[in-house]
Nanobody, 123 residues
Framework: QSRLEESGGGLVQPGGSLRLSCVAS????????IGWWRQAPGKEREGVSC????????YYADSVKGRFTTSRDDAKTTVFLQMNSLKVEDTGLYFC????????????????WGQGTQVTVSS
């Protein structure tokens, strides 16, 4: 059975860093476009980043550009989100989601989701 599982969340002070992982099982998710999303309490889920399976090109929301980096391992089973210079407003439940129908972020529509990992930025 195919699934995605996020890990790496936690409590960190403003200015700190965390590295999230999204592990795919049952399929090679890295061939497809995979995005990171987050949802803060009382807010809608928002897209944070995307990495294309075809060429590894990446896209970022303006709010995280220059601070977050998404990448994948060579086996294409794990996608990472390196988060630096974290701010209080980065707090939320972070999800990864794959679009198993497309290889490029330009065509990306999330279809399969993980359960999420909580990131809390607080002093």
């Amino acid at each position: 059975q195919s699934r995605l599982e996020e890990s790496g969340g936690g409590l960190v002070q403003p200015g700190g860093s965390l590295r999230l992982s999204c592990v795919a099982s049952g399929f090679t998710a890295g061939y497809y476009a995979i995005g990171w999303w987050r949802q803060a309490p009382g807010k809608e889920r928002e897209g944070v980043s995307c990495i294309s399976g075809a060429d590894g090109s990446t896209y970022y929301a303006d709010s995280v550009k220059g601070r977050f980096t998404t990448s994948r391992d060579d086996a294409k089973t794990t996608v990472f989100l390196q988060m630096n210079s974290l701010k209080v407003e980065d707090t939320g439940l972070y999800f990864c989601a794959v679009d198993p129908a497309h290889y490029y972020c330009s065509d990306y529509t999330p279809d399969r989701w993980g359960q999420g990992t909580q990131v809390t930025v607080s002093s």
